[in-house]
């Protein structure tokens, strides 16, 4: 009697336990149900980023004291398991109007469905995007971490508006060249792009397509330093003239403790460059570049300096210097105020204060030093 | 013959190697290698003493995902470089939908769900807040959608990741009673937060947290703000003042001297120290330096 007893006691404990175990199963499931929209549904709209930029300007050099120099939209989203898709649209002041400008309109391919894997992590962004020549040619504007683009820059890539003058439009793939060891990596960047020359040397439109490639090695220091060395080529071809040839190199060297948070950082960097001749004259090279420095004194704080260099590229043959420092103010990483003085050795002596700001899903890099 | 016997044994070696898995958070990588054991090598991207909300995302982070077979990050838009780092990494394995990658928050109910999403709020989680592994009964639930995780990706594994994560959830209920007593030891558990890093730890062990000296997510405080928090915190007796190492000290100090609270400085992630070598010792070693 006592053993049926037991038993049953036994089967009633068990029962008991599994019919416990199934309710938390349940009510797992049931919480399961109830946070599954934590999953990032953005409802398949783009991300969508407004940027603001303004600057005001005196001294000499300035065109106009206010100038509202961008508004840019950004939208970006994935197209398919296979692709994702970015449209930068920036609107520009001319004169009393406003210009639209495709700064970029790229499909990004990570992998085609009839491959299993990407070769390398090979990435084919195809359409209209900035051009991985050097650094600084790859930000846009409300991202730069001075108030412009630096002389030699325009010099060389820019002629003198504010549009490149290289093409924009063309085809990239971005794969890993494999390296030893763990604590540097290697890419290359491959382009084949529309032509249309340089800053310098401007020519007509061509069918054969120019080339482009960008070689960036990345090495972690230390846990706390890093640097990043790249090479670029530019090569292009047109009926009746020299090669046009374009090389450059940029360097830059970043700290930025771990204990301090958001508070210490100090970046160094520089890019150079060098081309086959004004007007395609044979057996002439200018050279150009600049170096620049940015340290950050507290969370809000980043004082820089800039010096940059360039010869016989502009409308000047001689060559044209310019310092510039700059003192930049973060509220929060969406509104950012920025002081800069610029001076060149032919007609720029002016103060300039810039105000930028961003609304919406703004990108992972709120703040320069984090990119 | 001798090819096939080669060919055997290259198959043996290549079958023997384990699952390649890259975690965004030291913790993440504790909690995988617990479950994984040896069929699994893990990294983890950031490294313990730093803020997990603003990693920069290097190109080498992106040589490591590349040869990635999972991917394991807490979401809560935590770990917003994440999802760049991915990008970048041309490894289409860990896309997002890719049975290779993880969201270990999957199905943790969360809290402090802003009800207006909006920039005046600071950094605000549009999901709630993002520090669930601070609650070690949540980090069980995080624990199975890991072992989910490796499963998706090595099914053969599936039965030992199933006995793992058995074993490291009863751990976790053993020490849970431990961990418990001692936060019931505490007589004063009222707190000051640098950030509102700690309210699953807090709601876990009966703490009560009164405010941040962050004025708001992200925000450092204000002078005015610092001295409300001086005079709530006389108000109602706070002496405890909870960070993470990795922030700035000076705020905390200048509300400590004008209201006698002692400022604890601990880790919050696994590693940052070497008492916190894993999560266990992580848990403890903070109610520790709470008591």
Not at chain 1, 11 to 34: C, Q, W
Not at chain 2, 172 to 184: G, H, N, R, S, T
Request: aromatic share 12%; proline share 6%; with cysteine.
């Amino acid at each position: 009697m006592f053993k049926i007893v037991f038993l049953m006691g036994l089967f009633a404990f068990y029962s008991h336990a599994e019919s416990v175990e199934s309710l938390e199963e349940r009510i797992e499931k049931l919480e399961d149900k109830v946070n599954a929209p934590q999953l990032r549904s953005n409802l398949f709209n783009p991300g969508m980023t407004v940027f603001g930029n303004s600057f005001v300007c005196g001294g000499k050099g300035c065109e106009r004291p206010f100038t509202l120099r961008e508004i840019e939209l950004d939208l970006r989203a994935s197209i398919d398991p296979w692709a994702d898709g970015v449209v930068i649209l920036a609107f520009e002041p001319h004169g009393e109007h406003a210009a639209v400008e495709i700064e970029e309109g790229y499909v990004v391919l990570k992998k085609l469905p009839i491959l299993d894997d990407a070769p390398l992590g090979l990435t084919l962004k195809i359409g209209h995007y900035l051009q991985p020549f050097g650094r600084f040619n790859q930000i846009h504007t409300h991202d730069l971490p001075q108030i412009n683009q630096p002389a030699a820059v325009k010099a060389f890539l820019y002629g003198d508006g504010h549009a490149h003058t290289f093409g924009r439009t063309g085809i990239s793939a971005e794969f890993f060249i494999p390296t030893p060891g763990e604590t540097n990596s290697l890419r290359l960047n491959l382009n084949l792009i529309n032509g249309g020359g340089l800053g310098f040397e401007q020519i007509q439109k061509s069918q054969i397509p120019a080339g482009l490639a960008h070689m960036t090695w990345f090495w972690d220091l230390a846990l706390e330093h890093d640097l990043e060395v790249g090479l670029s080529t530019y090569l292009e071809n047109n009926p009746g003239k020299a090669l046009l040839q374009l090389y450059g190199t940029d360097i830059n060297y970043k700290w930025r403790p771990y204990k301090q948070g958001e508070k210490k950082s100090l970046l160094i960097g520089g890019e150079f460059f060098v081309a086959n001749g004004k007007k395609g004259n044979a057996g002439y090279w200018p050279l150009g570049g600049f170096v620049w420095t940015h340290y950050q004194i507290n969370q809000w704080f980043y004082p820089g300096l800039r010096y940059s260099y360039y010869q016989g590229v502009g409308k000047q043959d001689n060559p044209n210097h310019s310092i510039g420092a700059f003192l930049t103010y973060y509220t929060t990483e969406f509104l950012r105020l920025r002081a800069g003085y610029e001076w060149d050795n032919y007609n720029q002596n002016k103060v300039l204060l810039e105000i930028n700001f961003v609304m919406g899903s703004h990108p992972v890099e709120p703040y320069w030093v984090n990119r | 013959m001798k090819k096939l016997v080669l060919l055997f044994l290259l198959s043996q070696v290549l079958w023997a190697l384990p699952i390649k898995v890259v975690t965004t958070l030291p913790v993440l990588k504790n909690i995988t290698e617990e479950i994984g054991g040896s069929r699994v090598s893990v990294q983890s991207l950031a490294e313990p003493s730093q803020d997990a909300h603003f990693v920069q995302p290097k190109p080498t982070f992106m040589k490591k995902v590349r040869e990635a077979d999972l991917f394991i990050e807490v979401g809560l838009e935590l770990e917003l470089w994440g999802q760049k780092v991915i990008d970048s990494s041309g490894n289409p394995k860990v896309q997002i939908g890719q049975p290779g990658r993880v969201f270990a928050s999957a199905g943790v109910p969360t809290i402090e769900i802003p009800t207006v999403l909006s920039r005046q709020l600071g950094d605000v989680h549009p999901y709630g807040n993002p520090h669930i592994w601070l609650d070690p009964v949540l980090v069980k639930k995080m624990a199975k959608n890991i072992a989910a995780g490796l499963t998706a990706v090595d099914y053969e594994g599936k039965a030992i990741y199933e006995k793992n994560l058995k074993a490291f959830q009863n751990k976790i209920d053993q020490a849970l009673v431990v961990w418990e007593k001692k936060a019931k030891s505490i007589s004063n558990k009222k707190l000051v937060t640098y950030h509102r890093s700690w309210s699953y730890f807090a709601n876990r062990f009966g703490f009560e947290v009164l405010g941040q000296i962050e004025v708001k997510p992200g925000i450092p405080p204000t002078p005015k703000h610092r001295d409300e928090i001086i005079l709530l915190m006389k108000e109602a007796g706070v002496k405890t003042i909870l960070a993470e190492l990795f922030y700035d000290r000076t705020p905390s100090e200048y509300v400590s001297k004008r209201t006698d609270a002692k400022i604890v400085q601990v880790p919050i992630d696994v590693g940052a120290i070497p008492e916190a070598k894993d999560y266990f010792s992580l848990i403890t070693y903070i109610l520790e330096k709470l008591s």
